[in-house]
């Protein structure tokens, strides 16, 4: 669910952006219908969630909320991620966000017609709810947070994770400073550039 992040480290190629945004809704060997680039992007976008899952800062985040949210703490924390990524957006852009986003959305829009069929569907909530943007504001998130919960197959109880953000905000605020340039680093190696988001069409 951390969609920003993962536009945010596949740098300016339009085929990593439009590959890393898929990434989750491509299964098995659909991934062979796709062009090189975007199969790299989708590949990204797997690389950068295996070290997320094993990253000792975000196993941290996590294991604070495995006792009340259990398998939906990971998604939890990737959210609350995301919205400090936001918040702070011009200490990691050159960029303003909402000129970022908005071009970010353009991008997908024009690749509409190749996206899977639940990328398809979750595109026109995303951009007319403005999701990457209303990632920093605490209430909109906490609405997302609100709709997965009604999503779920069960009382995942993720209605209240903007309450437990909030009781604990600094903490994860500090680990989300301490993860996040590991995980920018551990990409560069993967030969993705990050020195001037914003400018693709």
């Known amino acids: 669910m951390n969609f920003l992040a993962h536009l945010y480290l596949s740098g300016n ?3 990593l952006i439009v590959g890393n945004f898929i990434a989750d809704m491509v299964k098995g060997q659909q991934i062979n219908g796709y062009d090189p680039g975007i199969i790299q992007g989708i590949r990204l976008h797997r690389k950068i969630d295996q070290f997320t899952d094993k990253h000792h800062v975000f ?10 949210y259990r398998l939906y703490a990971g998604v939890i924390v990737d959210m609350y991620y995301d919205h400090f990524l936001a918040r702070y957006w011009p200490e990691y852009s050159r960029h303003p966000l909402s000129e970022y986003v908005a071009r970010t959305y353009t991008l997908l829009q024009k690749h509409i017609d190749m996206l899977p069929p639940r990328a398809k569907f979750i595109l026109p909530f995303m951009v007319d709810n403005n999701w990457l943007v209303n990632y920093a504001d605490l209430s909109s998130l906490g609405n997302n947070f609100g709709g997965m919960a009604r999503r779920t197959p069960f009382d995942s109880g993720m209605e209240e994770a903007v309450i437990d953000l909030k009781s604990n905000y600094q903490t994860y605020e500090t680990e989300f400073r301490m993860f996040f340039p590991e995980l920018t680093e551990f990409v560069a190696t993967q030969g993705v550039s990050h020195a001037h988001h914003g400018l693709h069409v």
Do not use: T
């Open 13 to 15: 190629d339009d085929d």
């Open 59 to 68: 196993l941290q985040s996590k294991a604070r909320l495995r006792a009340k």
